[in-house]
């Protein structure tokens, strides 16, 4: 099986901009969680998907949205970029039912 | 919500010896401890979890001990190896799959050789 993918790997944009982030799950999975980590916090918790619809949702601002596809595939926006938005965007993949979570490359945003 | 406290934020081990992370959890409904080693530059990559209906589970030479009552976890490895160095987080959830993990803030542990 293929294993999480996101794209793009890298990113960098300025503050102000908007920027949308893409992760393809497992095959059959069904569920996404999107996860934000920077050296100062850590890994903290954005939202979940499963079956297009968000289930749950971490502390975060409104810029930070998301949405989920009919065949899985998650996107995450984030609108009017701050410096502080600089960090790795994780996405997990699980089947929904359980717990377990695996992992994508992430997606390194830089905000200038 | 869910406040999950590591310790230690780095251990030092010498090749050969044991290692050992402790975690503490809040959220007496949290039933899913899942732990994650992260390579520099790399993704978490899960390598070995528990739920709260086990004590303590073994994969080789890692292993995890839940105490429900005092809301803590650890992670065990033994035998260190040089490819062991990593940052290790530990997580806590409730829920059947909706609800996002809550990590600890990571250790980094170094082998020495």
């Known amino acids: 099986k293929a294993g999480v993918t996101q794209t793009p790997r890298y990113l960098i944009k300025t503050r102000g901009q908007q920027v949308t982030l893409s992760c393809s799950p497992i095959s059959g999975h069904r569920s996404v969680s999107w996860y934000q980590q920077t050296p100062g916090q850590g890994l903290q918790f954005l939202f979940e998907y499963f079956s297009e619809t968000q289930r749950n949702k971490g502390n975060f601002p409104g810029r930070f949205s998301g949405r989920q596809f009919s065949n899985s595939r998650s996107e995450m926006n984030v609108s009017t970029l701050e410096l502080g938005d600089s960090a790795l965007y994780l996405c997990a993949s699980s089947s929904g039912m359980d717990n377990e979570q695996f992992f994508g490359p992430g997606t390194r945003l830089t905000v200038l | 919500g869910e406040n999950v406290e590591q310790h230690p934020s780095t251990l030092s081990v010498q090749e050969g010896d044991s290692a050992v992370i402790k975690c503490t959890y809040s959220?007496?409904?949290?039933?899913?401890f899942p732990w994650y080693k992260q390579e520099l530059g790399k993704r978490p990559q899960l390598i070995i979890d528990?739920?709260?209906?086990?004590g303590e589970k073994k994969d080789q030479r890692i292993a995890v001990t839940l105490n429900k009552t005092a809301k803590h976890f650890s992670l065990h490895i033994t035998e260190t190896q040089p490819e062991d160095s990593a940052v290790y987080f530990c997580?806590?959830?409730?829920?059947?799959?909706?609800?996002?993990?809550?990590f600890g803030k990571g250790t980094h542990l170094i082998i020495q050789p």
């Open positions: 997580a806590a959830t409730s829920g059947g799959g909706a609800d996002g993990l809550t």
């Open positions: 528990i739920r709260s209906n086990v």
């Open positions: 959220d007496s409904a949290s039933n899913y």
